[in-house]
T-cell receptor, first 113, second 116 residues
Framework: SQKIEQNSEALNIQEGKTATLTCNYT??????LQWYRQDPGRGPVFLLL?????KEKRKERLKVTFDTTLKQSLFHITASQPADSATYLC????????????FGAGTRLAVHP | GAVVSQHPSWVICKSGTSVKIECRSL??????MFWYRQFPKQSLMLMAT?????????EQGVEKDKFLINHASLTLSTLTVTSAHPEDSSFYIC????????????FGQGTRLTVV
């Protein structure tokens, strides 16, 4: 069955460092992959989208890579700030699916001053 | 950016009663919306695809008679949890996109349902 795995343990880092979050998937061939941020008791907020034919995407302090051979995406936040503390979700989508997304469980990031 | 509004943000109901949750796309039309539920520290689990003017498509294991979905207009989808039980207590979230795939999804604020 389809499976999406993200680091289940919380990631604790110092302010200013780079946070790297991992998303691995099996039994799935996504056309694109997205990363979302979720704060407690709130709906997810979109961060980045990367297509299957793209290796890397950047947006300000965010960078995402996508390796379809390894079936893995890495999400980086550079110069992290306490305000970046949240849960980060990866989501996979297929073409023609009207953005029907399958989510991983998320990784909680805590950035300490 | 586009906004999806969900109402209510929280609701407490008694076992056996029904609860309706609304999901509206405020500044765009959405022929397709999605409903998810989320348990604490767990993934968003896709429940169903809501299609404007037609029946919803439910994911495997989701009871369609228990979770009634109506998508009566291009800006409104509703999820009704019928004969609610404590195990239905969860966080329910809807999403919509302005176009098809390859684009960001906009999520509602979520509804915390507690069945007592």
């Amino acid at each position: 069955s389809q499976k999406i795995e993200q680091n289940s343990e919380a990631l604790n880092i110092q302010e200013g460092k780079t946070a790297t979050l991992t998303c691995n998937y099996t039994n799935y061939s996504p056309a694109y992959l997205q990363w979302y941020r979720q704060d407690p008791g709130r709906g997810p907020v979109f961060l980045l989208l990367i297509r299957e034919n793209e290796k890397e995407k950047r947006k300000e302090r965010l960078k995402v890579t996508f390796d379809t051979t390894l079936k893995q995406s890495l999400f980086h936040i550079t110069a992290s700030q306490p305000a970046d503390s949240a849960t980060y979700l990866c989501a996979l989508g297929q073409s023609g699916g009207y953005n029907k997304l399958i989510f991983g469980a998320g990784t909680r990031l805590a950035v300490h001053p | 950016g586009a906004v999806v509004s969900q109402h209510p943000s929280w609701v407490i109901c008694k076992s056996g009663t029904s609860v309706k949750i609304e999901c509206r796309s405020l500044d765009f039309q959405a022929t397709t919306m999605f409903w998810y539920r989320q348990f604490p520290k767990q993934s968003l689990m896709l429940m169903a695809t809501s299609n404007e003017g037609s029946k919803a498509t439910y994911e495997q294991g989701v009871e369609k008679d228990k979770f009634l979905i109506n998508h009566a207009s291009l800006t409104l989808s509703t999820l009704t949890v019928t004969s609610a039980h404590p195990e239905d207590s969860s966080f329910y979230i809807c999403s919509a996109s302005q176009t098809g795939g390859y684009t960001e999804a906009f999520f509602g604020q979520g509804t915390r349902l507690t069945v007592v």
